[in-house]
């Protein structure tokens, strides 16, 4: 898919990966029957794949037992860039990644718990021991990414 705005788009992979890594939330697309349904998440990236949980139900296993497609967002830098004079001249600084790709569970106690460390070393820069009764009640997901792109609206000019 061709970006409209060539000017605001980033192409350097290395640039985008720091946007994913500098997010703090991955806002998950997910769609079921014809309905669109988006969620806040955390999450956990290794350069591959994102890597989420769940709980053993929920809203979000409804749709994903629909439909393993998956879209996701993030940004960072967001800042609001006023005009005193033309409502029309307000916009935003930021910096964001959007992509695809398909998600599937992780089943084993070892893949379960290093999914969960891919998310934790997003929030806390460490890995952490997972009890077996936490990983029995905790669903584990891996994203593949099929594709990825970003953009930057950088602020605007005051010259």
Same mark, same amino acid.
């Given at each position: 898919m061709t970006m #409209? #705005? /060539?000017?605001?788009? @980033? @192409? %350097?992979r290395a640039e985008i990966d720091a946007v994913i890594q500098e997010a703090n939330v991955c806002r998950l697309g997910l769609a079921m029957d014809n309905r669109p349904y988006v969620v806040p998440i955390s999450? $956990? !990236?290794d350069g591959e794949a994102l890597y989420i949980h769940t709980a053993p139900k929920g809203k979000k296993l409804d749709y994903i037992g629909a439909n393993p /497609? +998956?879209?996701?967002?993030f940004e960072t830098h967001v800042q609001i860039q006023t005009d005193d004079s033309e409502a029309c001249k307000w916009t935003f600084e930021f910096e964001s990644v959007i992509g695809y790709g398909t998600i %599937?569970?992780? +089943? %084993?106690d070892a893949d379960k718990a290093d999914g969960l460390n891919h998310v934790m070393r997003? !929030? %806390? $820069?460490r890995d952490w021991a997972f009890a077996s009764k936490d990983l029995a009640t905790t669903r584990v997901w891996r994203i593949e990414i099929d594709s990825l792109t970003g953009k930057r609206s950088a602020k605007k000019s005051t010259a």
């Open positions: #409209r #705005r /060539r000017d605001k788009e @980033v @192409v %350097s999450f $956990g !990236y /497609r +998956v879209c996701f967002e %599937s569970e992780l +089943v %084993s997003h !929030y %806390s $820069g």
